[in-house]
């Protein structure tokens, strides 16, 4: 039902290359050809009754905690600067790559501290670091707050 919800918010438009089911429950995969907010406002905009998360991803790399703490350096570098605070959210599905929530989280705040002298604000952060695990594949981004869409 999840996918019918998004294709029809999408109007089914031409710019939506592919929306798949995951391997994991309640999560669907879209590849876009289109700004990726403007799929967010659409979505945000429509009447949906499953859809309760919208996440961008920005990038893709695989599973692994070196890489994944490169991608996001990376990302970071044109964006956070000092005294700018961030948050970081993960999700995790599957523990085959990666063991602990808590123990990723932390490794990503201490890179971001040490290398940008951020600071973690969990309540009204500048920032939010969203990483999300899925399998062998995790989706990053870092996005200003207002960027996230969450209908309850």
């Not at 089911?21 to 905009?45: C, G, Q, R, T, Y």
């Not at 920005?58 to 000092?82: F, H, Q, S, Y």
């Not at 989280?105 to 201490?110: D, L, N, P, R, Y």
């Not at 951020?118 to 062998?136: F, R």
């Amino acid at each position: 039902m999840g996918i019918e919800e998004i294709d029809m918010a999408l109007q089914n438009d031409e710019k939506v290359l592919n929306i798949k089911e995951s391997n994991f429950s309640n999560v669907i995969l879209i590849d876009l050809a289109m700004e990726p907010l403007d799929a967010v406002k659409l979505l945000e905009d429509a009447q949906t009754t499953v859809i309760s998360k919208v996440v961008l991803i920005e990038d893709v790399v695989r599973t692994r905690l070196d890489i994944i703490l490169e991608k996001i350096i990376d990302l970071a570098t044109n964006r956070i600067v000092p005294e700018d605070s961030f948050k970081v959210i993960c999700d995790l599905r599957g523990r085959k790559y990666i063991k602990s929530r808590e123990e990723l989280i932390e490794k990503i705040s201490e890179e971001l501290i040490e290398k940008f002298d951020a600071k973690t604000n969990g309540s009204d952060a500048d920032w939010v670091v969203q990483v999300e695990i899925v399998g062998e594949n995790t989706g990053i981004s870092i996005l200003n707050p207002e960027m996230i869409l969450k209908k309850l």
